[in-house]
Protein backbone atom coordinates (compact mmCIF):
# COMPACT_ATOMS: atom_id res chain seq x y z
CA UNK A 1 0.00 0.00 0.00
CA UNK A 2 1.05 3.42 -0.83
CA UNK A 3 0.75 6.53 0.89
CA UNK A 4 1.48 9.03 -2.13
CA UNK A 5 4.81 9.85 0.07
CA UNK A 6 7.50 9.80 -2.55
CA UNK A 7 10.54 7.99 -1.05
CA UNK A 8 13.75 9.94 -1.78
CA UNK A 9 15.78 8.84 -4.00
CA UNK A 10 19.27 6.26 -2.30
CA UNK A 11 22.15 8.15 -2.31
CA UNK A 12 24.53 6.27 -5.17
CA UNK A 13 28.16 5.32 -3.46
CA UNK A 14 31.08 6.37 -5.72
CA UNK A 15 33.35 4.17 -6.38
CA UNK A 16 37.05 3.92 -4.63
CA UNK A 17 39.30 6.29 -6.73
CA UNK A 18 42.48 4.77 -7.91
CA UNK A 19 44.79 6.48 -5.07
CA UNK A 20 42.41 4.91 -1.99
CA UNK A 21 43.21 1.47 -3.40
CA UNK A 22 46.79 2.54 -4.33
CA UNK A 23 48.14 3.89 -0.82
CA UNK A 24 47.24 1.21 1.57
CA UNK A 25 49.13 -1.41 -0.37
CA UNK A 26 51.67 1.15 -1.16
CA UNK A 27 52.13 1.59 2.47
CA UNK A 28 51.99 -2.62 3.30
CA UNK A 29 54.64 -2.84 0.16
CA UNK A 30 56.70 0.18 2.26
CA UNK A 31 56.63 -2.04 5.43
CA UNK A 32 57.34 -4.99 4.08
CA UNK A 33 60.33 -3.59 2.20
CA UNK A 34 61.33 -1.78 5.61
CA UNK A 35 61.90 -5.31 7.49
CA UNK A 36 63.54 -6.82 4.67
CA UNK A 37 66.02 -3.81 4.71
CA UNK A 38 66.52 -4.13 8.42
CA UNK A 39 66.79 -7.70 8.47
CA UNK A 40 69.68 -7.27 5.37
CA UNK A 41 71.44 -5.50 7.63
CA UNK A 42 71.30 -6.94 10.82
CA UNK A 43 72.82 -10.06 8.52
CA UNK A 44 75.79 -7.83 7.56
CA UNK A 45 76.43 -5.57 10.40
CA UNK A 46 74.39 -7.20 13.31
CA UNK A 47 71.55 -6.84 15.38
CA UNK A 48 73.29 -4.39 17.83
CA UNK A 49 74.39 -2.40 14.76
CA UNK A 50 70.40 -1.62 13.79
CA UNK A 51 69.36 -1.38 17.16
CA UNK A 52 71.88 1.62 17.10
CA UNK A 53 70.52 2.94 13.67
CA UNK A 54 67.22 3.38 15.06
CA UNK A 55 67.86 5.00 18.00
CA UNK A 56 69.93 7.17 16.29
CA UNK A 57 67.60 7.98 13.76
CA UNK A 58 64.42 8.36 16.80
CA UNK A 59 66.62 10.86 18.81
CA UNK A 60 68.24 12.67 15.34
CA UNK A 61 64.39 13.51 14.23
CA UNK A 62 63.09 14.52 17.78
CA UNK A 63 66.32 17.08 17.55
CA UNK A 64 65.05 18.15 14.27
CA UNK A 65 61.53 18.63 14.96
CA UNK A 66 62.38 20.24 18.16
CA UNK A 67 64.65 22.60 16.09
CA UNK A 68 62.10 23.31 13.86
CA UNK A 69 59.03 24.04 16.53
CA UNK A 70 61.45 26.35 17.56
CA UNK A 71 62.06 28.20 14.54
CA UNK A 72 58.13 28.05 13.58
CA UNK A 73 57.30 30.01 16.71
CA UNK A 74 60.19 32.32 16.16
CA UNK A 75 59.13 32.90 12.89
CA UNK A 76 55.16 32.93 14.39
CA UNK A 77 56.10 35.73 16.65
CA UNK A 78 58.16 37.72 14.29
CA UNK A 79 55.11 37.81 12.23
CA UNK A 80 52.33 39.21 14.91
CA UNK A 81 54.91 41.59 15.53
CA UNK A 82 55.32 42.51 12.22
CA UNK A 83 51.27 43.07 12.17
CA UNK A 84 51.23 45.07 15.50
CA UNK A 85 53.55 47.35 13.79
CA UNK A 86 50.95 47.46 10.72
CA UNK A 87 53.61 46.24 8.56
CA UNK A 88 51.94 43.24 6.25
CA UNK A 89 53.98 40.10 7.53
CA UNK A 90 55.89 37.92 4.75
CA UNK A 91 55.70 34.35 3.99
CA UNK A 92 59.03 31.99 3.74
CA UNK A 93 59.65 31.06 -0.01
CA UNK A 94 58.92 27.26 -0.30
CA UNK A 95 60.93 24.92 1.24
CA UNK A 96 62.03 27.30 4.01
CA UNK A 97 59.18 27.26 6.36
CA UNK A 98 59.10 24.19 8.96
CA UNK A 99 56.66 22.17 7.70
CA UNK A 100 59.30 20.03 5.69
CA UNK A 101 61.42 20.19 8.21
CA UNK A 102 59.05 18.55 10.69
CA UNK A 103 58.35 16.20 8.09
CA UNK A 104 61.79 15.20 7.74
CA UNK A 105 62.20 14.84 11.64
CA UNK A 106 58.69 12.42 11.64
CA UNK A 107 60.24 9.47 8.82
CA UNK A 108 63.83 9.83 10.73
CA UNK A 109 61.60 8.54 13.80
CA UNK A 110 59.95 5.97 11.91
CA UNK A 111 61.55 3.04 12.50
CA UNK A 112 63.35 1.88 8.88
CA UNK A 113 66.25 2.58 6.33
CA UNK A 114 64.12 3.93 3.65
CA UNK A 115 62.00 6.11 5.98
CA UNK A 116 65.72 7.25 7.44
CA UNK A 117 66.79 8.13 3.86
CA UNK A 118 63.73 10.00 2.90
CA UNK A 119 64.06 11.92 6.18
CA UNK A 120 68.02 13.05 5.57
CA UNK A 121 66.98 14.06 2.04
CA UNK A 122 64.51 16.27 3.13
CA UNK A 123 67.21 17.98 5.19
CA UNK A 124 68.93 18.91 2.46
CA UNK A 125 67.73 23.08 1.41
CA UNK A 126 67.74 22.28 -2.67
CA UNK A 127 65.79 19.14 -2.66
CA UNK A 128 63.31 21.03 0.57
CA UNK A 129 63.01 24.06 -1.99
CA UNK A 130 62.44 22.03 -5.21
CA UNK A 131 59.44 20.05 -2.81
CA UNK A 132 58.18 23.11 -1.46
CA UNK A 133 57.79 25.23 -4.79
CA UNK A 134 56.14 21.71 -6.46
CA UNK A 135 54.04 22.02 -3.58
CA UNK A 136 52.70 25.15 -3.84
CA UNK A 137 52.37 24.96 -7.47
CA UNK A 138 49.92 22.04 -7.20
CA UNK A 139 48.10 23.56 -4.42
CA UNK A 140 47.98 26.71 -6.17
CA UNK A 141 46.35 24.87 -9.60
CA UNK A 142 43.91 23.09 -7.34
CA UNK A 143 42.90 26.04 -5.59
CA UNK A 144 42.17 27.77 -9.24
CA UNK A 145 40.45 24.54 -10.62
CA UNK A 146 37.96 25.12 -7.41
CA UNK A 147 37.02 28.51 -7.80
CA UNK A 148 39.84 30.08 -5.72
CA UNK A 149 40.20 33.02 -7.71
CA UNK A 150 44.57 34.40 -8.78
CA UNK A 151 46.06 34.37 -5.29
CA UNK A 152 47.57 31.76 -3.29
CA UNK A 153 44.09 31.66 -1.52
CA UNK A 154 42.72 33.05 -3.83
CA UNK A 155 39.07 34.56 -3.02
CA UNK A 156 38.95 32.28 -0.12
CA UNK A 157 38.39 34.33 2.31
CA UNK A 158 35.53 36.16 0.19
CA UNK A 159 33.74 33.14 -0.43
CA UNK A 160 32.31 33.03 3.24
CA UNK A 161 28.86 31.89 3.36
CA UNK A 162 25.81 32.11 5.23
CA UNK A 163 23.57 28.91 5.36
CA UNK A 164 19.82 29.45 5.99
CA UNK A 165 17.40 26.89 7.69
CA UNK A 166 16.13 25.78 4.91
CA UNK A 167 19.32 25.05 2.87
CA UNK A 168 20.12 28.10 0.87
CA UNK A 169 23.11 29.60 0.53
CA UNK A 170 23.14 33.64 0.85
CA UNK A 171 27.18 34.84 0.33
CA UNK A 172 27.85 38.22 2.24
CA UNK A 173 28.76 39.02 5.28
CA UNK A 174 27.32 40.92 8.40
CA UNK A 175 28.31 44.43 9.42
CA UNK A 176 26.71 45.76 12.97
CA UNK A 177 26.96 49.01 13.32
CA UNK A 178 24.90 49.22 16.16
CA UNK A 179 23.49 47.48 19.41
CA UNK A 180 20.41 45.63 18.43
CA UNK A 181 16.99 46.75 19.29
CA UNK A 182 15.54 45.10 22.03
CA UNK A 183 12.99 42.30 20.91
CA UNK A 184 9.34 43.46 20.33
CA UNK A 185 6.32 41.83 20.18
CA UNK A 186 8.05 37.86 20.21
CA UNK A 187 10.58 36.64 17.57
CA UNK A 188 11.25 38.40 13.75
CA UNK A 189 9.69 36.80 10.74
CA UNK A 190 12.29 34.66 8.71
CA UNK A 191 13.88 36.25 5.25
CA UNK A 192 11.97 35.58 2.52
CA UNK A 193 13.77 35.79 -0.83
Known sequence: MTTGVPTPPRPTRSRPGKLRRIIPLA???WFVLEIWLLTLVADAAGGFTVLLLLVAGAVLGGVV?????????KNLSAAVQQAQDGALPQSPRPGEGSGLVMLAGLFLIVPG???????LLLLLPPVRGLIGRRTERALERRMAAAGGGDGFLGDAFQQARMRRPDGKVVPGEVIRDREPAPEQDGPRPPLTP
Open 113 to 119: MISDAVG
Open 27 to 29: FVA
Open 65 to 73: IKAAGRRAF
